[in-house]
């Protein structure tokens, strides 16, 4: 018995859609790094972008528990003294909220080449619209998931 290992050949990319509205952070987070991962799929290997490209919804509308919309990210300028912070809840009302669900993704995805060209499959929108309907998107419900998925508005 040998061990499979996929090629490009043997990779089937697939387009799922997941509405954000009411679901967890983290949770969706979850799910979306191991799809874009493809760890969902038998043929997983490891060194090969075998995930599938996801579109993520309403990512405005997304769920944050606790006290975590308090909670800062911080980025650097590359210029001395140039730390920058800004709460959840600041980037969630601003001008892009999507970037709250994209660093969540990013920092579930391992740190490498790789990872970064996995993100490249992840397209994420603030509100209801995308641009993708050609592809034929699958639906993928993550609030009947798990009753945890879901959460009231704070």
């Not at 874009?36 to 038998?42: D, P, V, Y």
Request: aromatic letters at 4%.
């Amino acid at each position: 018995m040998k061990t499979f290992s996929a090629t490009p050949a043997d990779i089937e990319k697939k387009w799922i859609l997941i509405d954000a509205e009411g679901v967890v952070l983290g949770r969706l987070a979850s799910i979306v790094a191991m799809r874009l991962r493809g760890k969902h799929k038998a043929s997983f290997t490891p060194h090969m972008d075998c995930g599938d490209n996801v579109i993520i919804i309403n990512a405005d509308k997304v769920q944050i528990t606790g006290n975590k919309r308090q909670e800062n990210f911080y980025w650097h300028t590359g210029h001395p003294g140039g730390i920058k912070s800004r709460t959840k809840q600041q980037i969630l009302e601003g001008a892009h909220p999507e970037r709250v669900v994209i660093q969540a993704v990013k920092r579930m995805l391992p740190g490498n080449r790789l990872s970064r060209q996995i993100m490249t499959n992840l397209r994420v929108y603030a509100g209801a619209e995308h641009s993708h309907e050609a592809q034929q998107p699958e639906v993928l419900d993550v609030k009947s998931m798990n009753s945890k998925n879901t959460r009231v508005a704070n």
